[in-house]
């Protein structure tokens, strides 16, 4: 799935959604493409090549993790984003490095489940219809008894003869279940009320101590526990329509092997998942006190899953020798060169990313397939208005982004959030009574809605 795209298709696959940043989109596109490469070789010296880890080197809001996104989701890698400062040193308080590793093949998990689940439907759905069939017309006397929709249509044909009369009795379900059948298939039913059961799993203790830095002991806890935790049932009465989503997913996720999907998930992880570890600079030490000592145990804590180890997960043991890392920072204080040498050396592909300007924020407003422009667009045209932006606008927005950034915090491209926010604030409130049909958003109206706030320093700090 999109593993085989060369360089050059990934970049322009990823132009349609990043602006700039050129080199950065270089290096993933070639590491991605070399594990590709990896995939066609055989097994002695393709366990041989590592992949070759990127360290993307840039302010905060200019792209980094947008790209490792978008990449990962062009073709089909499990992702997951860290930040390097959550983690603690082992044996502190706090999340342990390897949680990263976990939660990056429950991710793949999700990924495999979703594929097999879309795989089935056609099946579940068949058997979520039979079942409406059977809640409609329940089986036996008793089960006719509860008051079912079905019985609106047919309880006059109900008769004492076809309770003694078993065979009679099978023969007339067979009709009703037959004419019922019908019926949904028309569409007819979809408002009728209907009871039905939902199963809740309830979380493992596995799930329980994620997060507690006590994982690893729930690998045996899970085993010791989890048969005093039975799922819930829980019964609820729902449109027939709501009804078959609900067993049509009960159904599908019957239909899939759990076990072959974490299996899957190991190997979809092993493979092709890419971890992106944020704000790297901030674990780094100049060794001058016992903060930046514990800070220097993050690295080396990280070190060993960079390089290749097996970390134990409640879907089986997984290796990460394969996996693409992807560490970034701003490093306005702490250089590369500050990281302890062995994790330099697992990250040697530098990429810097440039600080975005006013005509990238431009960019950045109307070109992505998902601009902010035109999400709210999107959003507007729902309650009829057709809301346009002048080119002068847009760049009236660029520049009002690029100065807040400058005069407050550079958060880059997540001023555009901001500012868009406030801009389009009564209107996205007024708009249902709105009768107008166009509305045209002039540089004029940008400075009506923004100019006091952006003179104003300290109410820009709080408000974009
Ligand atoms: N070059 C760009 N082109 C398009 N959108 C961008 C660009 N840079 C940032 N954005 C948008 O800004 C937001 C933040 O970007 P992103 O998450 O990539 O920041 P980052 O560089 O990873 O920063 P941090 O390290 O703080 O997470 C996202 O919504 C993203 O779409």
């Known amino acids: 799935m999109g593993i085989d795209y060369t360089p050059k298709q990934i970049v322009s696959q990823l132009d349609k959604y990043v602006i700039g940043q050129k080199s950065a989109k270089r290096a993933v596109a070639v590491a991605l493409r070399n594990r590709y490469r990896r995939m066609q070789l055989d097994d002695a010296i393709k366990e041989e090549i590592m992949p070759k880890n990127i360290l993307m080197i840039g302010p905060t809001g200019v792209g980094k993790t947008e790209i490792a996104r978008r990449l990962a989701k ?6 997951v984003k860290v930040e390097a400062t959550k983690f603690t040193e082992v044996g502190y308080v706090g999340r342990d490095v390897e949680s990263m590793v976990r939660d990056l093949v429950e991710m793949a998990v999700r990924m495999i489940k979703e594929e097999k689940m879309h795989e089935v439907m056609d099946e579940a759905q068949r058997k979520a219809n039979k079942k409406l069939v059977s809640l409609l017309v329940p089986q036996t006397k008793k089960q006719a008894g509860i008051k079912n929709p079905f019985e609106m ?21 067979k009709n009703k279940r037959r004419q019922v059948e019908h019926k949904l298939a028309l569409g007819e039913l979809e408002d009728q009320m209907i009871t039905v059961e939902i199963e809740e799993v309830p979380p493992s203790m596995f799930d329980m101590l994620q997060g507690s830095g006590m994982e690893h002991m729930g690998m045996n806890m899970q085993d010791a526990f989890g048969q005093f935790m039975p799922s819930k049932k829980k019964k609820r009465r729902l449109p027939v329509e709501e009804a078959r989503k609900v067993l049509t997913h009960q159904e599908a996720q019957k239909l899939v092997d759990m076990e ?7 190997e979809r992880a092993e493979q092709a998942g890419i971890i992106f570890i944020d704000e790297i600079d901030k674990v780094v030490s100049k060794g001058e006190n016992m903060a930046n000592v514990s800070r220097e145990g993050v690295q080396r804590d990280i070190l060993p899953i960079v390089e290749g180890s097996t970390v134990v997960t409640k879907h089986g043991p997984v290796k990460t020798d394969h996996m693409l ?8 204080i702490a250089k590369p060169s500050n990281l302890i040498p062995e994790l330099q050396g697992r990250f040697p592909i530098r990429v810097e990313l440039e600080k975005l300007s006013t005509e990238d924020f431009r960019l950045i407003l109307t070109e992505p ?28 927005l660029a520049e009002i982004a690029f100065q807040v950034n400058q005069d407050t915090d550079n958060i880059g491209a997540r001023r555009l959030h901001t500012i868009m926010e406030k801009l389009l604030e009564d209107l996205s409130f007024e708009s249902p009574e709105i009768t107008m049909e166009k509305i045209e958003i002039t540089p004029n109206y940008v400075d009506q809605k923004l100019k006091s706030i952006v003179q104003n320093k300290d109410l820009s700090q709080f408000i974009l």
């Open 74 to 79: 062009l073709v089909g890698a499990p992702f």
């Open 153 to 173: 249509f047919f309880s006059n044909q109900e008769s004492d003869q076809a309770e003694n009369d078993a065979s009679d009795k099978d023969e007339d379900i």
């Open 369 to 396: 397939s998902n601009a902010l422009i035109k999400q709210y667009q999107a959003l507007l045209k729902t309650e009829g208005i057709d809301v346009v932006f002048t080119d002068e606008a847009i760049d009236r």
């Open 260 to 266: 072959e999907v974490a299996q899957i998930a190991i």
């Open 325 to 332: 890392f992807i560490a970034a920072g701003a490093f306005h």
